[in-house]
């Protein structure tokens, strides 16, 4: 939606208000707008120019922020908010652009105003579920990882820091991105991320003896906590409990592809073999620039029903999803019939249908509990499969793009 509205000489110093409509089922609002300035920055306070601020209500006549001249674009929305604007559920009706004529020029000034709304729906999130902030040996805090990772094109992250959970409670507020709080326990068995809950430790982390690592595994599902297990086959930290049940999903693609993910890999496919159940996660493990891990390098991507931490949390556990290099990787999408990836089916004979976007010539590799295979079709004949995922690979299989969940297979 665009509004061209003309602000006169006269009515500077003044402020009024410009109605818009707002229609059904928008869960975000974003406000642009543009004027002529003859001088900008600092000689705008030698030279006279046009200076026209904003703000916003919503149809009830709600005051929801103001952030004068500052910003030329302003977003309101349920899920988050502009700085200095306020998180609301989104109301259709008549909602108004606060106009601040601060400084106009003789002749007046046009302003362009453009509207932009998000629609409530299930929509593609990318994120970053494991990286590490100044709360335990990262370089950075909360807020400028977040700003990294918004830079990045990121929708959500998780700071997944060691043993310590009080950052959960004050995770930053940042326009368009999600926080999902998280603790990595760090074990010199293993290490695994807690997701979802933010002090997923009854008392400690301490864990000395198999009996007390169920206990603690046990304490945390209690409060709602999904457990990960992290690089299970990393050369210098790996998953040395007997225990396979301990956790929830794998993340099977820790920072840059090598042999450890190549690992992981496997190993979760075997798991699957054995009748498993489990999503697959990725997550950069970020510290600091000096590392050799970047964050949004890989990232895990779900079909969300929305932007709030519970419900991205719900498809990454439901592996309504995949796990890629980053952003630009192909895009994956598996149905069969009315089902998805992570969904259960009734094996009848129909096709495995397979999306692949944002992918030039890929080779898409089929896997299943009875091969492993190249195929150059998108529709592939299920039959006495138990699962079937893919992955995109290229340089013969020697590069890995992107991995998707399984759809799994019952026999009717």
């Not at 902030?133 to 909360?142: I, P, V």
């Not at 099977?252 to 075997?270: F, L, Q, S």
């Not at 890929?362 to 499969?385: A, F």
């Amino acid at each position: 939606m665009e509004l061209k509205h003309k602000v006169i000489k006269e009515l500077e110093g003044t402020y009024y208000y410009i109605p818009f409509d707002v229609p059904e089922n928008v869960i975000k609002l974003t406000v642009s707008y543009d004027y002529f300035r003859p001088t900008k920055g600092m000689f705008s306070d030698l030279k006279p120019t046009n200076c026209i601020d904003i703000g916003l209500s919503d149809s009830d006549g709600r005051f929801l922020g103001w952030s004068g001249s500052a910003h030329s674009s302003v977003s309101v929305g349920e899920y988050s908010s502009s700085s200095g604007y306020l998180c609301e559920k989104i109301k259709a009706g008549k909602w108004q652009i606060i106009v601040g004529a601060y400084h106009v020029l003789p002749e007046g000034v046009e302003v362009t105003y453009k509207i932009d709304f998000e629609y409530a729906g299930e929509k593609l999130l990318y994120g970053d579920l494991h990286i590490h902030s100044d709360a335990s040996d990262g370089k950075y805090d909360a807020f400028e990882i977040g700003k990294k990772a918004k830079n990045k094109g990121l929708d959500f992250v998780a700071l997944a820091n060691h043993n310590n959970y009080a950052l959960n409670f004050h995770l930053p507020h940042i326009n368009g991105l999600t926080f999902i709080p998280t603790v990595e326990w760090t074990h010199y068995k293993g290490h695994m991320n807690f997701f979802g809950v933010n002090a997923p430790f009854d008392n400690s982390f301490i864990a000395n003896d198999a009996g007390e690592m169920k206990k603690l595994i046990a304490d945390a599902r209690n409060q709602g906590a999904v457990i990960s297990v992290n690089h299970p086959k990393c050369r210098f930290c790996p998953y040395l409990w007997e225990d396979e049940s301990a956790f929830d999903m794998m993340e099977i693609w820790n920072g840059p592809m090598r042999p450890t993910n190549v690992d992981g890999i496997a190993y979760w496919t075997e798991l699957l073999k054995k009748g498993r159940k489990i999503p697959i996660v990725g997550g950069s493990d970020y510290h600091s620039p000096k590392g050799f891990a970047r964050i949004g390098n890989p990232v895990t991507a779900v079909y969300s029903a929305s932007p709030s931490s519970a419900d991205i949390l719900d498809a990454i556990t439901h592996g309504h999803g995949f796990v890629a290099f980053g952003k630009e990787a192909p895009v994956i999408d598996l149905h069969y019939g009315e089902f998805r990836m992570g969904d259960t089916a009734q094996a009848d004979g129909s096709f495995l249908e397979i999306t692949v976007e944002n992918a030039k010539d890929p080779d898409v590799i089929l896997v299943t509990d009875r091969e492993e295979k190249k195929i150059g079709q998108n529709r592939i004949k299920i039959s006495d499969e138990k699962f079937a995922y893919i992955k995109i690979v290229k340089h013969n299989g020697r590069k890995i793009l992107a991995v998707s969940n399984p759809i799994y297979f019952t026999k009717g």
